[in-house]
């Protein structure tokens, strides 16, 4: 294939996507079209009508935005398309830290909110497959729920990757680490206990959390990505203004785990701004609990 001169940017992009595909898929490119029913186009690719091309992105479990801007991973296109279903590189190459369980329920939640094809927008944005999502125990890098977050707060908003964190209380309150971390004694406690001794192992392994000082009603939490992970994919790809909004969400849910509280979370300092770490300040007023007298 070779490009047209004098192409509008949005059409050359088009253009260099399909160049791209033909060179990785070769002839089985041409036997896509012929299977899709599409029997013109392939010398000009983008002059396809827009329900055809929507059909060969679909097939490549690729998106416009990602061809627009230039972000698709033709390995993982090639092995996806001949049934190995890899994710991109950029996902799983250097430090693989970060449980899959973080993607699954960030989706999920956006599966519940916004529908099942909003989620899979945005999962073909990032050439991600169901199959990719079956075992939450699996891992990837810190890069695709970063990625994630992005995309949520581009289209839906900082108050939407809130709920998010939010969300993930339902999901840990089913598990072992969040019954056991219900039973202790006092929500001072239970907070220290999650920052100190559960975040570390089963939520965010490359995000390390501290109290840096608690009184009756109120903590002062930090954090920051770990050493290694700044030093491995470097501080512009790690540290963003989104991600944030994510964690406070998670930790304006976690007092609830205990039980009835007025809970408000506020945004400090953060990395983004060139601090030195995120600074987030938990506010609570304990509401009265049955069985529960001391709530400090």
């Known amino acids: 294939m070779r490009f047209v001169k004098g192409l509008d940017p949005g059409t050359k992009?088009?253009?260099?996507?399909?160049?791209?595909?033909?060179?990785?898929?070769?002839?089985?490119?041409?036997?896509?079209?012929?299977?899709?029913?599409?029997?013109?186009g392939m010398r000009r690719p983008?002059?396809?009508?827009?329900?055809?091309?929507?059909?060969?992105?679909?097939?490549?479990?690729?998106?416009?935005?990602?061809?627009?801007?230039?972000?698709?991973?033709?390995?993982?296109?090639?092995?996806?398309?001949?049934?190995?279903?890899?994710?991109?590189?950029?996902?799983?190459?250097?430090?693989?830290?970060?449980?899959?369980f973080t993607s699954i329920y960030m989706l999920n939640f956006i599966s519940e909110k916004f529908g099942q094809r909003a989620a899979k927008v945005i999962m073909q944005h990032f050439q991600l497959k169901a199959s990719h999502l079956d075992d939450a125990t699996s891992?990837?890098?810190?890069?695709?729920?970063?990625?994630?977050?992005?995309?949520?707060?581009?289209?839906?908003?900082?108050e939407t990757l809130e709920k998010m964190g939010e969300s993930f209380l339902d999901v840990f309150a089913l598990s072992e680490q969040g019954r056991l971390l219900k039973e202790s004694c006092g929500l001072k406690l239970q907070l220290e206990k999650f920052i100190e001794e559960i975040a570390p192992v089963y939520v965010e392994k490359n995000y390390q959390w501290k109290i840096q000082s608690s009184t009756a009603g109120s903590v002062l939490i930090s954090g920051i990505p770990k050493p290694e992970i700044l030093h491995e994919f470097g501080t512009s790809a790690i540290v963003t203004d989104h991600a944030?909004?994510?964690?406070?969400?998670?930790?304006?849910?976690?007092?609830?785990?205990?039980?009835s509280h007025r809970v408000s979370v506020e945004i400090l300092k953060s990395l983004k701004d060139g601090d030195a770490a995120d600074l987030y300040q938990l506010s609570y007023t304990p509401s009265p609990v049955p069985g529960r007298a001391d709530l400090q």
């Not at 627009?68 to 991973?73: A, K, L, N, Q, S």
């Not at 998670?250 to 039980?259: C, I, N, R, V």
């Open 13 to 40: 992009k088009v253009e260099e996507f399909y160049s791209n595909a033909y060179d990785v898929l070769g002839e089985d490119f041409r036997i896509l079209f012929e299977e899709l029913g599409i029997r013109s």
């Open 46 to 100: 983008a002059k396809l009508s827009l329900d055809e091309s929507f059909r060969v992105f679909n097939r490549l479990n690729v998106s416009l935005d990602s061809i627009m801007h230039g972000t698709v991973d033709y390995h993982s296109l090639h092995s996806q398309f001949f049934g190995w279903d890899e994710l991109p590189k950029k996902y799983t190459d250097r430090l693989a830290y970060s449980s899959r």
């Open 244 to 259: 944030i909004y994510l964690r406070k969400g998670f930790l304006t849910a976690l007092p609830k785990l205990y039980g």
């Open 139 to 158: 891992s990837n890098n810190m890069i695709l729920p970063l990625d994630i977050c992005d995309y949520v707060y581009s289209y839906h908003g900082k």
